[in-house]
Nanobody
């Protein structure tokens, strides 16, 4: 089953915006840390932004700070990444990551979304 479902990727022009969404499956018991990673060709996967809860301060990479905003809707177990003023350096496959507790009796584990391509053309 798909425990994390991503959406919102696509091809845009430089300077435009995109919003990515990642929703945990409805039957997931609890979601803790949620975040976004990306991997560009020839580079290692890097952390873009993460949040551990509604009141905690989000973490951003230096390259996106001030342009990207991470937020989450705990009632829907969904995390968003608002990406503004995109440039070619943002081109990558973006992956949602979360620590999920699938059931009340289960042990939390790390899960990844399928990945969504973001392509920014100059």
């Amino acid at each position: 089953q798909e425990h994390l479902v991503e959406s919102g990727g696509g091809a845009v022009q430089a300077g435009e915006s995109l919003t990515l969404s990642c929703a945990a499956a409805r039957d997931v018991f609890r979601v803790t840390t949620m975040g976004w990673w990306r991997q560009a060709p020839g580079k290692q996967r890097e952390l873009v932004a993460s949040t551990t809860g509604a009141s905690e301060s989000p973490t951003y990479s230096d390259s996106v700070r001030g342009r990207f905003t991470i937020s989450r809707d705990n009632a829907k177990n969904t995390v968003y990444l608002q990406m503004n003023n995109l440039n070619a350096e943002d081109t990558a496959v973006y992956y949602c990551n979360a620590i999920l507790k699938l059931a009340s009796w289960s042990i939390p584990g790390e899960y990844w979304g399928q990945g969504t391509q973001v392509t920014v053309s100059s």
